[in-house]
Nanobody, 119 residues
Framework: QLVESGGGLVQTGGSLRLSCVVS????????MGWFRQTPGKEREFVAA????????NYVDSVKGRFTISRDNAKNTVYLQMNSLKPEDTAVYYC??????????????WGQGTQVTVSS
């Protein structure tokens, strides 16, 4: 089970920190990722972190603004989002991923958390 939280309404330039709590005993051995989706568009990859937390990668549009991290003791992955832009507006989801392909391991998703950035 994946439970995302932390979304909200912010102004351009603001910050938010998303959290995703993952149920199950495989969290600490799984790479994790964040994705986002806007109406009428496919879900897109945003960021990934390796199982150990030592490796990260990002879509170009968020590099330098977003930081993914994880706490394996809490089965939680985070996405710190700074310098937010209106184009970051989307529903954000987390999932286990194949780190190098950035694709989700399973096509099973949580409810997501809405991020809205006003101009």
């Amino acid at each position: 089970q994946l439970v995302e939280s932390g979304g909200g309404l912010v102004q351009t330039g603001g910050s938010l920190r998303l959290s995703c709590v993952v149920s199950g005993r495989t969290f600490s051995t799984s790479a994790m990722g964040w994705f986002r989706q806007t109406p009428g568009k496919e879900r897109e990859f945003v960021a990934a972190i390796s199982a150990s937390g030592t490796g990260t990668n990002y879509v170009d549009s968020v590099k330098g603004r977003f930081t993914i991290s994880r706490d394996n003791a809490k089965n939680t992955v985070y996405l710190q989002m700074n310098s937010l832009k209106p184009e970051d507006t989307a529903v954000y989801y987390c999932n286990a991923v194949y780190y190098f392909t950035k694709r989700p391991v399973k096509d099973s998703w949580g409810q997501g958390t809405q991020v809205t950035v006003s101009s």
